[in-house]
């Protein structure tokens, strides 16, 4: 049996390796949301290339599933969908469609609070 | 500061951080490995350029030979490289030396450039959870970038902080900016208003820093060649505030003797009138009347003479409530620049700086006068080599290779991150002075009974978290003096025209002195003297009270 700081461990490093990454250039969009040209690509990379050239859904799995197998959590389901929509989403964002980087912005800052959040209360539950 | 672009060094194993400085970080320079002229960003040849950044320590090092100039380290921490490409290590985990390759590789940096500011792109929480990371120490030095890794605004006023921490005056005298947007504010507006010629109102609390504000950065930042002074002015009678500020000829009056005067001295430098509200009206009259001429006029003296003073005045009294009062002339307070006024936020609002602001004064602590002394002999009793210097960890054990390592635990820095600090920085930096010098004591009591461990290991020094909750309940109040009246022979002399507040601690100066004596410098002893309850905690406190008020006994 994982020990709970083990869990707390895993979920550092879920919300480093995915959270922390996918926001990177969502942190440094305008609260317009309007994504400006120069930050399109960056954004691109954050999603869809985040490590070793894996989409973020693809390592959010590898990470999340030691976690749900010994605490499930409905905040890696949401993830979980919010990452599926990005993927869907992502022939919209490779054509620059404005309204899907803009959504893509939000998922992304939405995903990292979802983490850290979980990241936080992993370790706050530790003995 | 020069002219030029600052120019960074980004540690990084992937495009991440560098892309991001580059696409949004356009105040500063590169260093690149290929050395073309030019920032990075202008290059023709970036789209698809690998050689940005240093991406492992190897490349560290070619970077740190091709560039002596590099003014700040944008260093990450996780680096998912081939294992022949990370520095040697004892970790067997692969995956653990990768994930904490940075702090290695800052570890290694140092060796070379003790001093070159490093940026790591991490937070402390993302660090708590790894056991190795407990190597990484707050020193002046070392900034974590926290939540504003990734946020370009937040991460260029952080690189802003940090280049600015590096060109103040010396490591005892740095001042600390902490992260707080006040702050970051405040060094902004700070800065700019140095460079004009109008006056500077600095408003905060009592202890917040407004006299380290005034000496530390604004004089710095005016780049005036004159003399830095400062006058307390609810330490000086008021009438004889005028001669004090403007001097006096001979004659004068009954008693008079040649003054120079502080405005005069201060001449193309900067003057710091600190309790600004405690100004007679008088001499408010005549501070109106240099502020609007530029001009002087001593007293007994018919002749005026121009002066070139950049002043500074500074309160933590309601200024406007005194106007209103008629306690203040409007007309001065408006010559005072009020619209401009620089508000340093208290110490619990800006309670996230605490830990940077705590290893400043650690070091601060050792950097001269006689703790450094004392470190100096812990030093030659320990027989550790290199120079008496201190920085601060928190957390575990942490190694250092010279000076001493004081280390508090994550339990000690969060009970005084709830701690209230009405006394603000100055009440923690007092702290830091005695938590750390009660453990230095400790550890040289230790040393020089034989008790002490050998070797490397003495350079860290635990602080325990007993004294650092018995210095933050220490204090100072009536209902713990125990039984007035048992004091022999105590006989306390008043000075003439002291204010209130100097009498208070006039008296106070005297009646510990006194004890000391009479107890031949037994605190317990004094302790019992003046308090009810544990007489060994009580004697911690009086033994703080007795260092605060600059009465400082070092040994047993």
Known sequence: MTAPSDLARLAARLSHDVGKYVARTAHNVPASRVVPEPLVDMLLKDLFELDRGRRASSVFEEGARPIEERRPDPRLVEVRALLGELDAMEADMRAHVPEALSRAVAIALEVEALLRGLAVDLERSEP | ?556
């Open chain 2, 1 to 556: 500061m020069t002219g030029r672009r600052p120019k960074v060094l980004v540690v990084d194993d992937g495009d991440r951080y560098v892309e991001l400085a580059h696409a949004l970080l356009r105040d500063y320079d590169y260093a690149t490995r290929c050395d073309l002229p030019g920032p990075c960003w202008t290059c023709e040849r970036r789209p698809g350029c690998q050689l940005t950044h240093a991406h492992d320590a190897p490349e560290v090092d070619e970077a740190l030979r091709r560039h002596r100039d590099l003014d700040v380290v944008l260093l990450d921490v996780a680096f998912d490289i081939p294992e022949a490409r990370l520095l040697p290590s004892a970790e067997p985990d692969l995956e653990k030396r990768r994930r904490l390759q940075g702090l290695a590789i800052l570890n290694h940096l140092r060796r070379a450039e003790k001093e070159l500011p490093v940026v790591l792109m991490t937070s402390l929480a993302e660090l708590e959870l790894e056991d190795a990371a407990s190597g990484l120490t707050a020193d002046e030095y070392v900034t974590l970038a926290g939540t504003d890794a990734f946020d370009a605004r937040a991460l260029g006023l952080l690189i802003e902080r940090v280049l600015s921490r590096r060109v103040l005056p010396s490591p005892g005298g740095a001042y600390v900016w902490g992260s707080t947007p006040a702050m970051a504010r405040l060094r902004r507006d700070a800065t700019t208003l140095a460079r004009t010629s109008l006056p500077v109102l600095i408003l905060g609390e009592t202890g917040t820093g407004k006299s380290a504000l005034a000496e530390q950065v604004i004089h710095v930042a005016s780049g005036r060649p004159g003399p830095f002074l400062a006058v307390d002015l609810s330490a000086i009678p008021p009438q004889l505030a005028a001669a004090e500020l403007f001097g006096t000829a001979r004659g004068a009056f009954s008693g008079a003797v040649e003054r120079t005067g502080l405005f005069a001295e201060a001449d193309r430098g900067t003057l710091l009138l600190d309790e600004i509200g405690n100004l007679p009206p008088d001499v408010q009259r005549m501070l109106l009347l240099t502020l609007q001429t530029g001009r002087i006029t001593r007293l007994g003296e018919s002749a005026s003479r121009a002066v070139d003073v950049k002043l500074l005045a500074a309160t933590n009294a309601d200024l406007e409530g005194a106007v209103r009062d008629g306690r203040f002339r409007p007309d001065l307070y408006a010559r005072l620049n009020p619209s401009a006024r620089l508000v340093i936020p208290p110490l619990r609002e800006r309670i996230g700086d605490l830990a940077e602001l705590l290893a400043g004064f650690v070091s601060a602590t050792f950097h001269s006068g006689p703790d450094r002394e004392l470190l100096a002999s812990y030093l030659r009793t320990t027989a550790l080599s290199g120079l008496p210097s201190a920085s601060l960890g928190i957390g575990r054990a942490v190694e250092t290779t010279e000076g001493v390592k004081f280390v508090i635990s994550r339990p000690s820095l969060r009970a005084l991150e709830s701690h209230a600090w009405p006394g603000n920085v100055r009440e923690l930096s007092m702290l830091a002075a005695n938590a750390t010098v009660f453990a230095l004591a400790d550890a040289v009591r230790a040393a020089e009974e034989g008790r002490a461990v050998v070797g490397e290991a003495v350079r860290t020094i635990p602080v325990p978290a007993r004294l650092v909750r018995e210095l933050l309940s220490a204090s100072w109040s009536a209902e713990r003096v125990a039984e007035p009246g048992r004091l022999p022979g105590f006989a306390p002399t008043l000075a003439a025209g002291a204010s209130l507040r100097e009498v208070v601690r006039d008296m106070e100066k005297q009646l510990l002195e006194h004890l000391f004596r009479l107890h031949g410098g037994d605190f317990v002893a004094m302790a019992r003297a003046l308090m009810t309850g544990d007489p060994e905690a009580n004697a911690r406190r009086v033994r703080l009270r007795f260092n605060q008020l600059g009465l400082r006994v070092r040994g047993r």
